[in-house]
Every structure is written in structure tokens, then in C-alpha cells.
């Protein structure tokens, strides 16, 4: 049976079911500018809440912004490369990016040792949004430990989180993270001010769309905000928009895990590391024996280097098709499918590599924190 909460994903997910569940909507009919990316074109990004009004923002070229946050935990990999690349599309088409560090939450239920936490976030997430395209000085980066060197921007953020406690109740924090702790209380109200601050007039001048991204096991935080921020009237929040992904598979199937460096392709790695991840735990959706997979072809649903394929690797859809169709047909081997994805993954990090040492050296000059 499938799972997809917070803190656990198994099992085969159904996304139409989960759209159901959720409340959600699916996403299509967008217009033109949205369809460049491939996440929108093949369907990755599927559903939404709200996000109409960002939709009319872009249209109308009107201010919005967009808020992510990240966990500072173990390394930067293709499962996380899915939200950089929509931070990095958002910003492209005029959004204020927002994200934040959430570091005290990791503190409270992950690692005690905030200078590394800190590292993490900047060797790590920071360097390879940098690397992959991001502009950081029209971007707000920061942690939740340190809001701002700006006063009134800091007060206001830890305004906003103590004053979001009087909207919220303990059944609202049970049903998301189970057992209460004062830390995971604090951790919520943190998370939620971070989803609605931008519209603080200290930020951004007043309620303007804010759209998040996320995977549909985030969506219990991103529920809990927005019923917050409707009670708290005082603030006149605009309803904040989110939009879900689909998740790209660990290697071995089911989710990426960072505690697992055998589940994961890291944009750090070797092109040697990768050659070994793929060959030996990328799991295939073809058939069991050769005679087999000519005379009934392969799965590319189901197969991970496929999906590697699917999520970037290849940016041209017809190639992708055809890869897909050969795959199906019997035409192309596992095997051969492997070595497709190996050679690029291999440009690819060669490439970004150099990119980072350049990302490293835009950080070392600029004063961020």
C-alpha cells in the first residue's frame, strides 16, 4: 500500500489518487511561456492550489514571488536538482525568489551542530543553485536562525512567527507531525512565516501572489500555512499558491534518500561514481532475459535511468520519445539504456563541476551572511 506523508514515501503512487485525496487540481492549459520548461511540458509539475494568480501575475507582469525552503542535510542531488531548476524558471520570468535555511528546524529534530548545518547549506545548496543558474543577487537567501542584518525585516519575520501561534492549535500540529514537541511547534510557526512573509510591507511593500513548490509529501506544511494565514486577519494575506511535483525515483526505487548515498547520483560525484551507481543499483524495467526483453520490450515508467532521462538529462523531447519507443519496442537493451544516461550524466557534471568552482568564487565575494 502506498504512503506519501512528510516524513515517509513507499510504495507505488498513484498521482491522479493523490490529487483526489489532496484537494488538489491539476495543472494544464498554461500559457506559453510555462511549457518551455520541460517540468511543465512532460507533466512532472502536475498539480496545484491557487495557482491561478500567479498565472494572471505573469500575464498581467505584475509582482509575485516565489518561496522554497531546504533542509541542510547530507548532499545535493538529482531529487533536489527538481526544485532548483523551478526556482531558477520562476526567477527567470520575474519572480522574487525567497529561500530559506531551515536550520533551526534541522537543529530541533536532525543535527545539533549549526556551523555544519550552515556549511551544508552553502557548499552544497547554495553553490549548485549558483552553479545551475541562479542569480543570487536578486534572490533573499537566508536562515531561519538569522533572518536578516536589515532590523525591521528581522523583527517583522519573528513577529510574524510568534504572532501565528494565536491562529494555530495543537490538532492542527498533531495531524502533521504526530507526536508534539516544543521544537516542532517552533519549527511550524518558523516554516509557516517563511511561506508568508514576503508579504509583509517590510519585504515585498504588501500582499502580492507567492507560489511554493513542493512534493506532495509537503503538502500537510503547506495546508497548515495556508488555513494559519486566514485566520490571521490582522495581516490581510493574499492565499498563497503551491504547485507539486512528481518525484524522480532513487536508484534503487522509491525516494531519494540523502542517508543513502547508494539512492542518489549527488552533483558532486565522479563521473566514475556515477558509472558505478547506474550499472550496478539503477533499477530497470527491463525484461529478464535478453530473448525476452527484444520479444516484449521494456518499462521506461518504470526504469530509473529512463527517468533520469525524463527529468532534464534529455532536453529534446523527440529524442526522448524515441529513446522511450526503442525501449518499449525491444529495439534498445538496459544495458545500452544505462550507457545513454552514464554519458550524460557524465557531460553534465563535467560541466557543472566547473561551474561550481566559478559559483564558489561568486560566494567568497559577496557578504551574505
Sequence with gaps: MASVTPWEIKGKIDY????KEFGLKPLHNLPKQFYRHFLFRRNIIFAHRDFKRIVDAVEQKKPFAMMTGLMPS??????????????????????????????????????????ELHKTAINEYLTNYIALGLNIKKCDFYFQSSRSKDADKANAYYRLA?????????????????????GKIMSSLLQAADMLHPQLPEFEGGPLPVVIPVGCDQDPHIRLARDISQ?????????????????LPG????????SDPN??????????????????????????????????GGNP???VSFQL?????????KNLQKISDDYKSGKLLSGELKQIVIEKITKFLKEHQKKRKKAKAKLEKLDLF
Excluded at 79 to 103: E, N
Excluded at 162 to 182: C, K, P, Q, S
Excluded at 281 to 291: D, N, Q, T
Excluded at 309 to 316: T, V
Aim: no cysteine.
Design 263 to 296: 539512492s542518489y547520483i549527488a552533483l558532486t560525484d565522479s563521473p566514475e561514481q556515477v558509472a558505478i551507481k547506474i550499472k550496478k543499483h539503477a533499477f530497470s524495467g527491463g525484461r529478464g532475459s535478453l530473448e525476452e526483453h527484444r520479444k516484449k
Design 301 to 303: 515508467d518504470i526504469d
Design 162 to 182: 510568534t504572532m501565528l501561534a494565536r491562529h494555530a492549535t495543537f490538532n492542527e500540529f498533531r495531524a502533521v507531525y504526530g507526536e508534539i514537541t516544543i
Design 251 to 258: 536508484l534503487k526505487g522509491g525516494k531519494m534518500s540523502s
Design 74 to 115: 547530507g548532499k545535493f542531488h538529482f531529487g533536489h536538482k527538481v526544485v532548483a531548476d523551478q526556482i531558477i524558471f520562476y526567477q527567470s520570468i520575474g519572480a522574487r525568489v525567497y529561500i530559506a535555511v531551515a536550520d533551526i528546524e534541522a537543529y530541533n529534530t536532525r543535527n545539533k551542530d549549526i556551523s
Design 231 to 247: 485566520r490571521a486577519r490582522f495581516f490581510n494575506f493574499m492565499q498563497i499558491s503551491s504547485t507539486y511535483h512528481k518525484f
Design 309 to 317: 532521462l525524463n527529468y532534464g538529462l534529455e532536453p529534446n523531447d
Design 16 to 19: 491522479n489518487k493523490l490529487i
